[in-house]
């Protein structure tokens, strides 16, 4: 079993930045080679894949509309991954979510086996 707890979140004005932070723990996540990714969920909407990291940090994944602005990475002892989040826009106001998995698919699909309870991230115009 892994747990991840999401920090980081706020309200920012558009053109902001934000950092968030995602801590795993867990026996498992300790003897397994886990992919880490982060999705939002903004009302009325339905969740979204933001962007993946591997385990060894070296491989990025994501989604068209956060490329450029938003980058993912592992911290050295691999149980925190990051996402800082530049020129934040009104339309990135959600609730994000960090999740993983032993398959770098089932991250990117939405399918990961473990899940945090989620940060607001909430940006003004």
């Known amino acids: 079993q892994v747990q991840l707890v999401e920090s980081g979140g706020g309200l920012v004005q558009a053109g902001g930045s934000l950092r968030l932070s995602c801590v795993a723990s867990g026996r498992t996540f300790s003897t397994h080679t886990y992919t880490v990714g982060w999705f939002r969920q903004a009302p009325g909407k339905a969740r979204e894949f933001v962007a993946a990291v591997s385990w060894s940090g070296y491989k990025q994944d994501y989604a068209d509309f956060v490329k450029g602005r938003f980058t993912i990475s592992r911290g050295n002892a691999k149980n925190t991954v990051y996402l800082q989040m530049n020129s934040l826009e009104p339309e990135d106001t959600a609730v994000y979510y960090c999740?993983?998995?032993?398959?770098?698919?089932?991250?990117?699909?939405?399918?990961?086996?473990?899940w945090g309870q989620g940060t607001q991230v909430t940006v003004s115009s």
């Open positions: 999740a993983a998995d032993a398959l770098r698919s089932a991250v990117v699909d939405g399918r990961a086996d473990s």
